[in-house]
């Protein structure tokens, strides 16, 4: 053996004599002590159990919501007590049909008074504001944007003018 193999293992060990002391705190300061492991588990738990308050009271939320949803709801039975009652019964239905013809054609307008009319129901753009379909609402009785003043006046000057001849 020769003298540079023991000089070698001599300055190998005496950095490791050197190097032992920080091995050993590494070592201690790498492992966590049980009692900080302890807590670390502790917080750990705290939060599994925050965590499923969190997800009990959504499922809470959710089954409450639910419940209102289904209050709103109208239960199938209560709906088929409601639905005749709804609809007009036939002998009501025949009574009214009549009545609603004769009321259809008392508003229809013969066509040769619409063809002499078609002109004015070309509404000016200054007369199209709100006031304008008030009036227009209460002239004509009728919510239809496109009757307007000027029809009426029109309607009513040739019925004026017929009855007069």
């Known amino acids: 053996m020769s003298a540079t193999y023991f000089l070698t293992r001599r300055i190998k060990y005496s950095i490791e004599r050197i190097l032992s002391p920080i091995r050993y705190v590494e070592y201690w300061t790498h492992r966590i ?34 419940a209102e949803y289904s209050t709103q709801q109208i239960p199938y039975w209560i709906r088929r007590i409601e639905y005749p009652t709804r609809r007009i019964p036939y002998s009501i239905r025949r009574i009214q049909y009549p009545t609603e013809r004769i009321k259809h054609s008392t508003q229809q307008i013969p066509y040769w008074i619409q063809r002499i009319e078609y002109p004015t129901q070309q509404i000016p753009y200054s007369f199209r504001g709100e006031q304008f ?27 004026n003018l017929l009855l007069t001849l």
């Open 33 to 66: 002590p049980y009692w900080i492991r302890r807590i670390e588990y502790l917080v750990r738990r705290i939060l599994y159990f925050t965590r499923s308050i969190q997800y009990s009271t959504e499922r809470i939320k959710y089954s409450i919501r639910r």
């Open 133 to 159: 379909w008030k009036a227009d609402r209460m002239l004509n009785k009728r919510d239809n944007p496109s009757d307007g003043i000027h029809r009426f006046i029109v309607r009513s000057y040739i019925i």
